[in-house]
C-alpha cells in the first residue's frame, strides 16, 4: 500500500536527512507521495515540494522577523492544504518553531505526526518537552542520549542514529581526496570552516582570517582551504579575505570542486592563480563521481589535518573525519541578549556546545567561544591540532568509538517508524 506524507525540511541539513528517510520509505512503499516544503535532495527522490526550504530558512532572530510575513503565509498555505486533504502521516525535519506548531494542528486533527531531529533541550529550553509531548506522535533523534530523555518523559521514541554516520567513511581517505582537490599529499593542510550563515561569516571569518596569518608565520608552507556553500557566502568571505589577506588560502566551492578550485585565489604575498595545478592532478576516473556528488566541506575536511570550526553540524562532520579541531563561535551582542530572553538562559545546562565533546561528555576539542576566541588563542589552539601527532592519534580514537556509537541503517529505521505511525491515522 502506497502512503502520502507530509513533510517540511526547512534548510540543507534537513533537505539531505530528509532525502535518506524518502529513500527508506520507497523502499517498502515504492509508490509512496511525499509533499510539502524541501530541496534540492529530496526532489531528487521524487519530492513535490510545494515550496521551496528556501521559504523557511532564516538567519537568526533578526532574519526571522524580517520575514515573518513569508513565513506565515508558507505555514498557513501548508497547513490549510494538509487540514483539508489529511496525509496518511507527516514528518518535520528539524525547524522546531515551524514544525512543532503544524505539527501540534495537524495531530489534533487525527494526522500522526513524526518530528526527525530533536531540539537541542538537553541544553536550552528543557520547558519545551511539553509542547513537544503535546504535539508529536512519535520521535527520531540522532543521539543515544537523547532516547533517555524522551523515555523519561513519555514520549514515543526511535533512535535511528546519525545518517552522517552511514556516508562519512570510517576510515577517511586523506590521499584521495587531497588527488582531487590537487592539493600536494605532504602538504600541511588547514580547513577553515567560518560557517553557512552571513552572520557567522561576518563574525568569526576576520578572527579565522587573523589566526591563519599568525599560523603562516610559523610555517610559511601551510595550505589552507575554505570551502563555501554557496555563490553568496563566497562573495561575503571573498570581501573579507581581501581585508585580511591570507597566502595559500583557496576557497573551494560546492559546485564540482575540482572545477571550481580553477578560479579560487591564492591572496597575499604568495598570491597567484593555482588553477592550472588543479586542473593538472585530478583525480583517477571514478574517484571524482564521489567527491563531486558530496558536499565540498566533506572534501577538504578529508583533505585536511585539523580543521578551526564554527560550532554546528559542521562539527560532527568533522569528528566523523577523525579530524583534531578548534571549535569556535562568536554571537553578537544583540543575538546573545535575544538569546538569553528567548531561553531565559546565559548558558546551555551541558558544559560544552561542540556536538562532539557534547556526544563524548569531555573536552575532547577546544572550545574558543565569544571573547576568547581572539586570533591568537585560535592559532594557538589550531598549531597544536595540525602537529602534535599523538594528540591528533588520541583525538581520532575518541572519534572513532563516537562514530560506531552513532553507526545505524537510518533510512531504514526512520521509515519503519514512519510507516508504523501511517497505520495509526483516524479515519
Not at 85 to 110: C, M, S, T, W, Y
Not at 358 to 382: G, N, S, Y
Amino acid at each position: 500500500m502506497s502512503l502520502r506524507v507530509g513533510m517540511v525540511a526547512g534548510e540543507p541539513s534537513g533537505d539531505l536527512l530528509a532525502a535518506r528517510v524518502m529513500r527508506g520509505i520507497h523502499g517498502d512503499r515504492p509508490q509512496s507521495l511525499c509533499q510539502g516544503i524541501g530541496g534540492p535532495a529530496m526532489e531528487g527522490q521524487g519530492f513535490d515540494a510545494w515550496h521551496s526550504m528556501n521559504a523557511l530558512t532564516v538567519f537568526g532572530y533578526v532574519d526571522a522577523f524580517k520575514r515573518l510575513p513569508s513565513l506565515l503565509a508558507t505555514y498557513f498555505d501548508v497547513k490549510k492544504r494538509w487540514l483539508a486533504d489529511k496525509p496518511d502521516v507527516f514528518v518535520g525535519i528539524d525547524a522546531p518553531d515551524f514544525n512543532l506548531r503544524l505539527e501540534h494542528q495537524l495531530k489534533q486533527a487525527g494526522v500522526p505526526t513524526v518530528h526527525f531531529v530533536g531540539p537541542s533541550i538537553w541544553a536550552w529550553r528543557y520547558e519545551r518537552i511539553h509542547k513537544i509531548r503535546e504535539a508529536v506522535s512519535h520521535m527520531l533523534v540522532l543521539f543515544p542520549f537523547e532516547e533517555e530523555i524522551y523515555q523519561k518523559e513519555g514520549v514515543p521514541v526511535t533512535y535511528v542514529g546519525h545518517p552522517l554516520a552511514e556516508v562519512i567513511p570510517m576510515e577517511p581517505d586523506k590521499a584521495a581526496a587531497r588527488r582531487h582537490l590537487g592539493v600536494d599529499p605532504g602538504a600541511r593542510v588547514l580547513a577553515l570552516m567560518p560557517g553557512s550563515r552571513a552572520s557567522e561569516i561576518k563574525l568569526l571569518a576576520p578572527r579565522f582570517l587573523q589566526a591563519a596569518q599568525i599560523l603562516l608565520k610559523q610555517d610559511s608552507d601551510l595550505q589552507i582551504l575554505v570551502p563555501m556553500v554557496n555563490a553568496e557566502r563566497r562573495r561575503e568571505f571573498q570581501a573579507l579575505l581581501d581585508q585580511h589577506p591570507v597566502a595559500n588560502c583557496r576557497i573551494i566551492d560546492q559546485a564540482r570542486p575540482s572545477v571550481a578550485a580553477s578560479a579560487s585565489r591564492s591572496v597575499g604575498a604568495a598570491g597567484r592563480d593555482s588553477g592550472g595545478a588543479v586542473e593538472a592532478s585530478m583525480s583517477q576516473p571514478g574517484q571524482d563521481d564521489v567527491f563531486d556528488s558530496r558536499p565540498a566541506a566533506w572534501n577538504v575536511m578529508e583533505a585536511a589535518d585539523a580543521v578551526l570550526v564554527a560550532s554546528g553540524t559542521a562539527t560532527l562532520e568533522a569528528a566523523l573525519f577523525k579530524r583534531p579541531m578548534v571549535i569556535s563561535y562568536v554571537l553578537s551582542p544583540m543575538m546573545k541578549r535575544m538569546m538569553e530572553w528567548k531561553s531565559g538562559q546565559a548558558r546551555p545546562y551541558v558544559p560544552w556546545v561542540g556536538l562532539p565533546n557534547v556526544l563524548a561528555r569531555d573536552f575532547v576539542v577546544p572550545e574558543l567561544l565569544q571573547d576568547d576566541a581572539t586570533p591568537q588563542a585560535l592559532a594557538e589552539a589550531t598549531w597544536k591540532a595540525l602537529t602534535d601527532a599523538p594528540y591528533a592519534r588520541q583525538v581520532a580514537g575518541r572519534f572513532t568509538a563516537i562514530h560506531q556509537s552513532l553507526w545505524r541503517d537510518t533510512p531504514a529505521l526512520a521509515a519503519r517508524a514512519i510507516i508504523e505511525q501511517a497505520g495509526h491515522a483516524s479515519a
